[in-house]
């Protein structure tokens, strides 16, 4: 519904799917290689979308405007409960291929594990902003768990008890002077779900 094309490289990889209105679907889900202009440096990953440019060119613009809209909204948050990402950088470009906006967003992690920052630099056209969010953040390992009924394990799953275990992640924000900030946070399930709050006596600030 995105886009006409989604390109992907990493590592060695470099694919994309596409399907065109009319198209079987095939394309949907079938990866086409390609030989890729440049090299990304380091273990990095570039998802290109190409938004959809046949039809009503109100309804394309609308479309695409939604797009950018839920693009921006994507917090750097995300980083604090993902296990292999340390950043995150989206970048919007004109029909002329001119960048219109851009954030990147970097998670620093300090010695001891205890604390991380996330760094955000943010540009739009001419003017950019740097944004500097501290987290406190503790983490359990939750044994016991049921079998999720919705899904079907692996012979491996099954075998380790796989889903027996999970990790839950708080992130704790704090200001400048490492004071907790007292406000409702994002639930995530590796996306952001909702937010939520719990109280804590006796004063029942809410809190995450």
Known sequence: MAAWK??????????????REGDSGVGMVTPIWFEPQTELSGP??????????????????????????????LQGTVLLFLKNLRIIEITVFSHDQQPTW???????????????????????????????????????????LSKNENRTYTEAEEATKAYST????????????????????ELFAFMPVRKVGFNVSPHHSQIF
Do not use: C
């Not at 989604?6 to 399907?19: A, E, L």
């Open 166 to 185: 999970a990790q839950v992640v708080l992130a704790f924000p704090l200001d400048i002077n490492g004071e907790p900030v007292i406000e409702l946070q």
């Open 102 to 144: 851009s954030r990147r967003t970097t998670m620093e992690q300090d010695i001891l594990g205890s604390s991380v920052r996330l760094h955000s630099v943010e540009r739009e056209g001419t003017t950019f902003r740097k944004i500097i969010h501290r987290f406190h953040i503790t983490s359990h390992l939750a044994r016991r």
């Open 44 to 73: 990095l990953t570039s998802i290109s979308l190409y938004f959809h440019d046949n039809g009503v060119a109100e309804n394309l613009q609308r479309r695409r405007d939604d797009i950018i809209k839920q693009l921006w909204d």
């Open 6 to 19: 989604v390109q992907i490289q990493s590592g060695p990889f470099s694919f994309f799917f596409q399907h």
